[in-house]
């Protein structure tokens, strides 16, 4: 597993730190691996670190501190797809194969309960997402197969959403104007993003899971979705990074 961190969030979003070598320096000062454009991250506020096929990250007595997957953290073994904050940047740790890798190692129905038990794969959220055979399926922004593209999210109403003067409104909420003069190709390609995107934040949303009993309120996703909605995120993020400067790879 590389050491890899893409920037979702911050005045660096968009830009990925790929196959990094240990260990990473994290911080605001020149000289750290992994240099941070943020006013609320440490000089050096973090150091990431190899131990065999593990990544571990410690925070060094940071100022704001560091948040993991939204809990405060001083010292943490890294995953793919763990959310990192630091200061007002998040990053994603991992490269898309490392993701791609961990959602499918989630899939694999598991064979017994570690007791010698077998387990019955249908009953298995391991399974819950797996696909079936001869189902239509949407590519993930990380390449590969995902669930089915079929779903609830195409019932949404289009009657909630009119133009007028050039701009596009959601209910009573102006969203930014469309490209004018737009070429075909260019409306085609446009067309294209926009629909990739739309697909991917439907399927996340539709892994979201309402919780209203017993008081409690809000929702919850499986990591599969989480990981999808981050992707977009990222997508988003490149989008914006590269209309910006056009060299950043």
Known sequence: MEIT???LE???????FRDLDSPVSIGREDGNTLRLNDERVSRYHAKVNRDRDNVILVDLDSTNGTRINGQVCSMRCLLPGDRIQIGKTTLLFGSPADIQKRLEDLCQPPTSDGAGQALNPVNSKETEYSPKAGEAR?????????????????DFSPDKISSAGGRVFSASNALPALPE???????????EMLDFLHWNLSLSTGGAVAMDGDGAKGSRMDFQSMQRLLAV???LARYTLALADPAVQ
Do not use: C, H, N, Y
Request: proline residues 12%; hydrophobic residues 45%.
């Open 10 to 16: 911050g005045f660096d979003k968009g830009r990925i």
């Open 181 to 191: 003069k737009l070429s075909p190709l260019q409306a085609a390609r446009l067309a």
């Open 5 to 7: 961190f893409q920037v």
């Open 233 to 235: 995120q990222m997508a």
């Open 138 to 154: 949407f590519p993930a922004p990380w390449g590969g197969e995902t669930v089915p593209a079929e779903g609830p999210w195409r």
